[in-house]
Structure formats: C-alpha cells, structure tokens
T-cell receptor
Framework: GAGVSQTPSNKVTEKGKYVELRCDPI?????LYWYRQSLGQGPEFLIY????????DSGLPNDRFFAVRPEGSVSTLKIQRTERGDSAVYLC?????????????FGEGSRLTVL | AQSVTQLDSQVPVFEEAPVELRCNYS??????LFWYVQYPNQGLQLLLK??????LVKGINGFEAEFNKSQTSFHLRKPSVHISDTAEYFC????????????FGKGTRLSVIA
C-alpha cells in the first residue's frame, strides 16, 4: 500500500523476552519517527531518524530500547528484556523532505503486550 | 520544554450540535500547532495545522481551530458534528527549530450521540 506499514500489528510476549517491531515508511520519505502510546495517553516521542542516522534519540526510556534504519528506509525498533511496563502501542510515522516537522504520516501501530 | 494540555479527556455531544475541543500549550517561543485525529482502528491523521499567518485555520471534515497567542490556546471547533466524527483527537506542538520532536497532548475522546 501507499501508507506507512507496521508489523506485527499485535505482539504478545513474556516478560524478559526480546522483541522487534518493524516500520516501512512511505517511499521517498526521509524522516522517520517512533512514538509510544500507552493507554489513555497521547503519543510519546521515542526517536527520530533523518536518513540512516538517529537525529534525536532523547525519548528512548532506557538502554533496553534501540532502533536502527540501516538503509534509510525500513526501521526496526528493538526492545530487550521486556517488562510489563513496555506494554503499549508503538507508532511509526514518516514525512517527506522539505516539510515542516509535525506534518507526519502515521502507521496503524504495533500493539505490544508483555505478560 | 514544550507541553500540551487537553483539558477534556472525553466529550459527548449530540449529532448536529456544535463542539469545541480545548487545547493549551506552554512555550516561551513561537510554536507550530497541530490537531491530529485517530478514528477507530486507524492511524493518526493530520486534521489541520497552524504555522503562521491567519489565526483561524481550516482543516478537513469541516473542522477549524483558532490560534490565540495571548491565551496560549489552539481550540478545535466544528459547528455541526456527525456520527462519523466519533474519534480520538490529539493536539500537538513543537518549537520553531526543525529538530525538536512533536509533543502531543493526552487526547480527547469525542463521542457523537445519535
């Protein structure tokens, strides 16, 4: 499709396990963002890529969280030693070059449940 | 640091009635302001934005918002709502530097009642 694609849409895992969430942005979009949305809250910024490099990773909560975008397109968010508090919907967004930051195109999210 | 406050977590309203969803931001510098909408089982979509210029901004689906610098507000309005407007609405802001991330409010759940 033409939109931002996120997989899996749902992931259930056990505490302590490793999880990868994938984001396929809109073709040609150079900026890619990860946000986390907990129940009853708005999206919370995690990390932002411009091309292959992380331009701002100030929102990553701790060193268990890591994200990559090796070829400047698909991105993977990696969570090690998952905890119950990591349960949330993880949102990916992208934007084309030359647009104002904030004009983002969002995927439908990956819902992570840690048991 | 930028912050966004949405004063109402839930707003029920009857069909064809007007609605206002409130948003206040805190910043000592100019900001860019946005409203996003999230329909059930869909991703967030941009509804409208304020960058500069006219303080009254019109968006999709008949929504509009007014930027009020003195009150640091960016309230969203629609004169007559439809059942299909039932969704979660998020106000968001970021500062003038292109490197600052977008900050969202907690959201307002608009429920339109037939």
């Amino acid at each position: 499709g033409a939109g931002v694609s996120q997989t899996p849409s749902n992931k259930v895992t056990e505490k302590g396990k490793y999880v990868e969430l994938r984001c396929d942005p809109i073709s040609g979009h150079t900026a890619l963002y990860w946000y986390r949305q907990s129940l009853g809250q708005g999206p919370e910024f995690l990390i932002y890529f411009q091309g292959t490099g992380a331009a701002d990773d100030s929102g990553l909560p701790n060193d268990r969280f890591f994200a990559v975008r090796p070829e400047g397109s698909v991105s993977t968010l990696k969570i090690q030693r998952t905890e119950r508090g990591d349960s949330a919907v993880y949102l990916c967004a992208s934007s084309p070059p030359g647009t104002v930051t904030g004009e983002l195109f969002f995927g439908e999210g990956s819902r992570l449940t840690v048991l | 640091a930028q912050s966004v406050t949405q004063l109402d977590s839930q707003v029920p309203v009857f069909e064809e009635a007007p609605v206002e969803l409130r948003c206040n931001y805190s910043s000592s510098v100019s900001v860019y302001l946005f409203w996003y909408v999230q329909y059930p089982n869909q991703g967030l979509q941009l509804l409208l934005k304020y960058l500069s210029g006219s303080t009254l901004v019109k968006g999709i689906n008949g929504f509009e918002a007014e930027f009020n610098k003195s009150q640091t507000s960016f309230h969203l309005r629609k004169p007559s709502v439809h059942i299909s407007d039932t969704a979660e609405y998020f106000c968001a802001a970021h500062g003038p530097s292109g490197n600052t991330p977008l900050v969202f409010g907690k959201g307002t759940r608009l429920s339109v009642i037939a």
